[in-house]
Every structure is written in structure tokens, then in C-alpha cells.
């Protein structure tokens, strides 16, 4: 019990369209131990960046959590009143996103955006907020760092901006960061120096990582364990390695194969055929089973639970049924 | 920044050049002059002659607009057909009273709108915003001037809650205090009036300008810091949203001068905006070519305002 950090069971996250239930995320268990990245992987509109709002409490104005539990640190984030919350985010939760571009706010200073935070969670004076930012800063590899705080977003590059964003969600040394496809928008070589600095600054602060990608080359390099979402479902879950040599489900296999790799030959790229259903068009069997080579009659009949591969290595596809069932919470 | 204001000053001469020489191609097409609407059976024809001679209207249309030019660069805005009274005089007269109505108005505009706009924005699609929507489009598909008759017509005749013209109780001589509250008293209905044909579209703007900020990446990022509503409001979303107001304000400026010719018109309120109104009837050219000038110089130098307060607004827009 002690070394879960967070704990995600039976998650459910719906949007009210026009007149329509969307269920954005349906019923997602997940779990994240303490110092531990897992990375959380899936075409776009899975339902990822919604599991990772859901726990921040960011849902959009239109969209609410409805049932299950976020338990963080041995405390239901669901039950928490928005006062509460606010003491938890950036403070015990942070949180960076995909497009540093637009992520900070233009019109203030970079020394601004980054002590708000550390004053309002930490109770830091002005003074002492900028030392701290200062000393960040220069841990997230600014050489002239004094500098940065009084220049505003605009005068720094997309990976500068990214490092600002990093510095601010590790300056109050959160148990947990969620980092919402951190590099996606940067170039290749700037991407492979984000990502070692999150390494480093996770062994030096025993940070939680969860990490959410569409990428399986970074999360070799980055992740412990591994969980694949398809259409607000988790599909499999396993330990990186056990995750690579053997992806299990249809669609992890799909995913590796999508990789571009140099040492095969391929004339043309692999893809999945067709594309992730709308939330409000789910099929009645498996949700994967329109776009899956290895689909069965019972696929598109029954919706399939999930089964063990031993070694915590789960998979929710009916290739597996004859293992052990995992009963969901 | 002195440097762009100077340069932005100098551009305005050829733009003001250009400017002058359509007003004085326009004001010249319409038929007639000063002297056309002079039915007076007793006044000699002779005289209007010579009256026309005496002011130049004999000469080419190309010869009188190089006469006025010239008198209007060194200053000499010369003197009304009407009232045989120097342009200058005419304007200074009016203009304070333009002024304070315009002020007022704008004060009001902002004091309305703002909070409007932005509490409309915070509860999109509902009941309160769906009515602030409705409420807008009648204001903006209002007539001005049928909005001033209204006003009129509820708040002066029938609950004599305000007078219906002038700028101070005529012979009451008041001073001090009692003279401010008097010409409050008798502002405040045009200003309102005129004040809520612009609050409809300010309060549409602000809205979704709100809106739209609220979406934006870095206020999501804000949130994600911890920090509570209210500081995201106003640190994060108001100073962005509000920004562009800076646009409409500088068209405000340059509105300022241009009074508002029906409204005044209206209320009998003694402005510029009446001036245009009268002057232009009359064919008083040299007074619709001052006031127009005015105008034009006014919205170009609102123009400048708004441009430099952009810049001191916002960190991206450096000039040098």
C-alpha cells in the first residue's frame, strides 16, 4: 500500500455533448508507485490527456468525473472540494503540457509565471521565491538565469520554453508529475535533451513521472511501466520490457509495428487501418475489433475482459481468454 | 518610442493632405452654397454677388481649396458664413461641452460593459448571459436617435426625472458644487443614452474576447499551478482579454471630436457634433472644413494613442 503513490480505479470521465453522453474516459484503473514513470500510450483521442485532467481536476466546464476514484497519497482527489484541490495542484501534482508555445502567458515575465506558484503553495516571500526559481532555472540548464525572470515567453525558443515549464512544475517539489506529451511539439534533438533532463531531475527529486505519449520510442527510454489506452480503455498494461518483447494486445502490436525502424527494410510505413471511434459511436463488442487483423466472431459480439499474462502484464483482447480473468474494480 | 512618434507625426501630414483635399471635393459637390437657401425676397441680389466675391466662391473650386489650405496650415480657420463669427471661436465655444459629453459617456460605457462583458462570459448559454445577448442586439439595432426620443420621451416628460436639453439650468446661477451637480443632472441623459448604444457592442466584444482567452493554453497552465479562480481571472484572463480594448478605446479618442451629431442634435446640446449638423446645412464651409478636419486629425492621433499604450500593454509589441 505504501509504495502506490496514485491510484486510479473504475475511472469515468464524461462530457455532455448536445444532448449526447460522451465518455470520454470508461472506466480506467491505473496505478503509479512511488519514483516509478509509467507512461501512458495511445492514439489521439484516446482518452489520455482526459485521464490526466481528470486527475488534476482541469476537466473542461462541459465535462465531469462520474464514477470511480482518484487516490492519491491515500486521499480520493474525487471527493476533494476545489479549495482542496488548489493546495494539491502544482504543489503535490504538477503538471507540464504538449505546446510550450502557448503555454505561458505572454504577457507576463518569466520570473512571474514561475513564483506565483511557490507563493501562493509555499508562502515564499517575493524574494525568496526568486532565489528558488533562480536556483531551478539554472537546474533546468539556464546559464544566465538571474536574466531569464525579468524577459518575457516570447524572447525564448519552443525548448527554452519547455525548460521554463519543467523548472515550474519541479519548483515545489511535487510527488508527481504529469507530463502531457512534453516534447511533441520540439524539434528531434531538443526532444532527446527534455527528456534526459526529466530523467535527472526525477532520480534527483524521486519525482513520480506520468508520462503520456503517442511516441513508444521515447518510452523505452523513459518508462518502468507501460499502459495502452484505446477509446477511453485501458488495453494492456505491463513492465516496459515485458511490454516490448511481448506486446500482447492487437493494437500494442499495431502501435510497434507503426514505428519507423532502420535496420528492417520496409517499402512502405506500417499503419492501423482506419481510426480511433468517436466516444459517442463505441462498437458493442470490443471497441478495437473494426480496425483488428486478428478480430474473431466474439469480438464484435462481446466486449472482452481482462486477462494476465503473470508478471502484471494484463491485456483486455479475447486471444487470451483461456488465462486467468482479472475481475475490474 | 520618441523616435516612432515623430515618424508616425510626420506620416500624418500627407495623410491629412489627402484627407483635406476628399473632404473639399465633397463638400463642394453638393449643390448650391452659403447663399443658395437666402429666400429673403428683400436682400438684394446685388449684395449676395458681392457677398459671394468678398468670401471667393466666384473663384475655381481648385483656386479656393489653395486659398484654404493655406489659411488652414498657418491657422486662420476663417469666419462663418452664419454667423460672421471666426471659425475658431465657433469651436472653442463648443468643443468643452462635446468633450464632457463624450467623457461621460465613455466613463459610463466602461463602468457598464466591462463588468457586463466579463460576467456574461463566465456563464456562457445560460439564462443570465442568453438575456444580456438579447438585451445587446436591441441596443445595437437601435437608431440613436430614435434611443434619444425614447429617453426623452420616458425620462423627461413623463417622470421629469432629467431635463431634455441644454447643459445647465438656464438663470439659475448656480456656482460651485451646485453648478457641477447641475450640468451632471443634465448630461447624464444623453450620456446614458448614447452610452448604452455602445455598451451593447462593447459587452458583445468583451464577452467573447473572455471567451476566447479562457481557452487559451497558459490560462490551463495557471490553473494547473494551484492558483485559485479569482487570481487566474484577473492575473491571467482579464489583462489578456482586455487588451484590444485598447483598440476600440483609441477609436474612442478619435470619436471624441466627432460628437454625436444626432444625439446632440436631439438633446439641444450645444457640442461640435451639432455644429457639424448646423454648419453643414448652412454650406458654412469653412466651418465643416474645420470640424471636419478635426475629426480626422483627432481619429489619427486616436489612432497614435492606442498604438503606443499597445505597447506598453504588451510585452510582443516593441517599436523602434
Known amino acids: 500500500m505504501e509504495h502506490k503513490l496514485l491510484e486510479i480505479k473504475g475511472l469515468k470521465t464524461q462530457f455532455i455533448g448536445d444532448k449526447k453522453i460522451i465518455p470520454a474516459v470508461d472506466g480506467v484503473d491505473l496505478t503509479i508507485h512511488r519514483s516509478e514513470t509509467l507512461a501512458l500510450v495511445g492514439e489521439s483521442g484516446c482518452g489520455k490527456s482526459i485521464t490526466s485532467l481528470s486527475i488534476m481536476g482541469l476537466i473542461p466546464e462541459n465535462g465531469k468525473i462520474s464514477a470511480g476514484e482518484i487516490i492519491f497519497n491515500g486521499e480520493d482527489l474525487t471527493k476533494k472540494s476545489e479549495k482542496e484541490l488548489e493546495r494539491i495542484r502544482g504543489n503535490d501534482v504538477s503538471m507540464i503540457f504538449q505546446e510550450p508555445m502557448t503555454s505561458l502567458n505572454p504577457v507576463l515575465t518569466i520570473g512571474e509565471q514561475l513564483t506565483e506558484g511557490l507563493i501562493i503553495h509555499d508562502k515564499l516571500s517575493k524574494q525568496e521565491a526568486n532565489a528558488r526559481v533562480i536556483e531551478m532555472l539554472k537546474l533546468v540548464g539556464f546559464a544566465r538565469a538571474e536574466e531569464i525572470l525579468s524577459e518575457y515567453p516570447h524572447q525564448l525558443s519552443g525548448g527554452m520554453r519547455q525548460r521554463v515549464m519543467i523548472a515550474m512544475a519541479m519548483a515545489t517539489n511535487p510527488k508527481l508529475l504529469i507530463a502531457d506529451e512534453p516534447t511533441t511539439a520540439l524539434d528531434v534533438t531538443i526532444q532527446a535533451q527534455i527528456l534526459e533532463l526529466m530523467k535527472e531531475l526525477k532520480e534527483q527529486f524521486q519525482t513520480s513521472i506520468l508520462l503520456i505519449t503517442h511516441d513508444l520510442g521515447i518510452v523505452a527510454d523513459m518508462a518502468d511501466r507501460v499502459v495502452v489506452m484505446y477509446a477511453g480503455q485501458v488495453v494492456e498494461e505491463a513492465e516496459v ?5 511481448n506486446p500482447a494486445h492487437p493494437y500494442t502490436e499495431g502501435l ?7 535496420e528492417k527494410e520496409q517499402k512502405r510505413l506500417y499503419s492501423i487501418q482506419g481510426y480511433v471511434p468517436a466516444p459517442d459511436e463505441f462498437p458493442i463488442g470490443c ?6 487483423e486478428k478480430a474473431m466472431e466474439i469480438c464484435h459480439e462481446k466486449a472482452p475482459n481482462i486477462y494476465s499474462l503473470g508478471n502484471g502484464h494484463h491485456v483486455r483482447c479475447f486471444l487470451y481468454k483461456e488465462l486467468e480473468e482479472i475481475v475490474e474494480q | 518610442m520618441v523616435k516612432f512618434i515623430i515618424r508616425r507625426l510626420l506620416g500624418m501630414i500627407p495623410v491629412l493632405f489627402v484627407i483635406s483635399v476628399l473632404l473639399f471635393t465633397l463638400v463642394q459637390s453638393v449643390p448650391g452654397d452659403a447663399f443658395t437657401g437666402d429666400l429673403n425676397p428683400k436682400i438684394d441680389k446685388k449684395y449676395i454677388d458681392e457677398m459671394r466675391e468678398k468670401f471667393g466662391l466666384n473663384k475655381s473650386p481648385v483656386e479656393q481649396y489653395f486659398i484654404w489650405l493655406k489659411n488652414f496650415a498657418q491657422g486662420e480657420f476663417g469666419i462663418s458664413f452664419k454667423n460672421k463669427l471666426p471659425v475658431s471661436d465657433l469651436i472653442v465655444d463648443r468643443i468643452g461641452n462635446t468633450v464632457f459629453l463624450a467623457v461621460t459617456t465613455l466613463i459610463i460605457t466602461y463602468l457598464l460593459a ?11 448559454y445560460t439564462l443570465s448571459d442568453n438575456t444580456i445577448t438579447t438585451f445587446s442586439f436591441i441596443g445595437l439595432s437601435l437608431p440613436t436617435f430614435f434611443g434619444a426620443l425614447l429617453a426623452i420621451y420616458i425620462f423627461s416628460i413623463n417622470l421629469e426625472w432629467f431635463p431634455s436639453s441644454g447643459t445647465v439650468t438656464a438663470g439659475a446661477g448656480y456656482t460651485g458644487i451646485q453648478y457641477l451637480l447641475d450640468r451632471l443632472h443634465h448630461v447624464l441623459l444623453p450620456a446614458v443614452t448614447l452610452a448604452i448604444l455602445s455598451v451593447a457592442s462593447y459587452t458583445r466584444y468583451i464577452r467573447s474576447s473572455v471567451l476566447d482567452v ?5 490560462v490551463r497552465t495557471a490553473y494547473a499551478k494551484g492558483l485559485p479562480r479569482k487570481k487566474v481571472m484577473r492575473k491571467h484572463v ?4 482586455l487588451m484590444p480594448l485598447i483598440t ?10 466627432a460628437g454625436a451629431v444626432l444625439t446632440e442634435t436631439v438633446f439641444t446640446w450645444p457640442g461640435l457634433g451639432r455644429l457639424i449638423f448646423e454648419s453643414t446645412v448652412n454650406r458654412d464651409y469653412p466651418v465643416m472644413m474645420t470640424c471636419y478636419m478635426l475629426i480626422a486629425i483627432s481619429i489619427l492621433i486616436g489612432n497614435l494613442i492606442a498604438d503606443i499604450l499597445y505597447a506598453k500593454a504588451d510585452p510582443r509589441v516593441r517599436y523602434d
Not at chain 1, 471497441?287 to 483488428?292: K, Q, Y
Not at chain 2, 466591462?114 to 456562457?124: D, F, M
Request: hydrophobic content about 40%; some cysteine.
Open chain 1, 241 to 245: 520490457e515485458s511490454l516490448y518483447e
Open chain 1, 256 to 262: 510497434m509495428k507503426s514505428i519507423p525502424s532502420l
Open chain 1, 287 to 292: 471497441r478495437f475489433a473494426p480496425r483488428c
Open chain 2, 114 to 124: 466591462i463588468p457586463i462583458g466579463i460576467y456574461s462570459a463566465n456563464r456562457p
Open chain 2, 214 to 218: 479562457k481557452q487559451q493554453d497558459y
Open chain 2, 238 to 241: 482579464l489583462r489578456n482579454a
Open chain 2, 248 to 257: 476600440f478605446f483609441g477609436l474612442d479618442l478619435g470619436g471624441l471630436f
